[in-house]
């Protein structure tokens, strides 16, 4: 049995049932950080980035990297998450977050408002 759920039925037999909404009020919200998402592979984030940009062409020798990504919190399409990505040109490079989501011909990009993506993030260094 792992430790935390021998803690949980530990705290349930000792503390009552007001211990354990408690344990349960307290770990649930970590265990939902963990969840596993779906995201776009760099390629497919700079194509979707570029699109969303109107494929500017002077964007068009750039690269991306994708850091951290997370479930969207106010998601607007079906299995949105929302990332950190890295644009990586010649002279520079520049961090920000997107939000990405599937369509029928592949993954589509908009601006982010998601909180608590890491910045800078350590994934993208």
């Known amino acids: 049995m792992k430790t935390s759920k021998?803690?949980?039925v530990s705290?349930?037999?000792?503390?009552?049932?007001?211990?354990?909404?408690i344990l349960m009020a307290i770990t649930?919200?970590?265990?939902?950080?963990?969840?596993?998402?779906?995201?776009?592979?760099?390629e497919q984030a700079h194509t979707a980035i570029l699109a969303m940009l109107g494929n500017p062409p002077e964007l068009k020798n750039t690269s991306m990297r994708v850091g951290t990504c997370v479930k969207t919190?106010?998601?607007d399409?079906?299995?949105?998450v929302s990332c950190t990505v890295a644009m990586i040109s010649p002279g520079?490079?520049?961090?920000?977050q997107a939000?990405?989501?599937?369509?029928?011909?592949?993954?589509?990009?908009?601006?982010?408002?998601q909180q608590g993506l890491p910045?800078?993030?350590p994934k993208l260094q």
């Open 6 to 8: 021998r803690l949980s």
């Open 11 to 21: 705290l349930a037999q000792r503390g009552g049932p007001i211990a354990f909404a």
């Open 28 to 42: 649930w919200p970590m265990s939902a950080l963990a969840q596993a998402v779906t995201a776009p592979t760099p």
């Open 73 to 75: 919190s106010a998601a």
């Open 77 to 80: 399409h079906k299995n949105e």
């Open 92 to 96: 520079a490079t520049s961090e920000s």
């Open 99 to 113: 939000d990405f989501y599937q369509t029928p011909t592949g993954w589509a990009a908009e601006p982010s408002g």
């Open 119 to 121: 910045f800078p993030d």
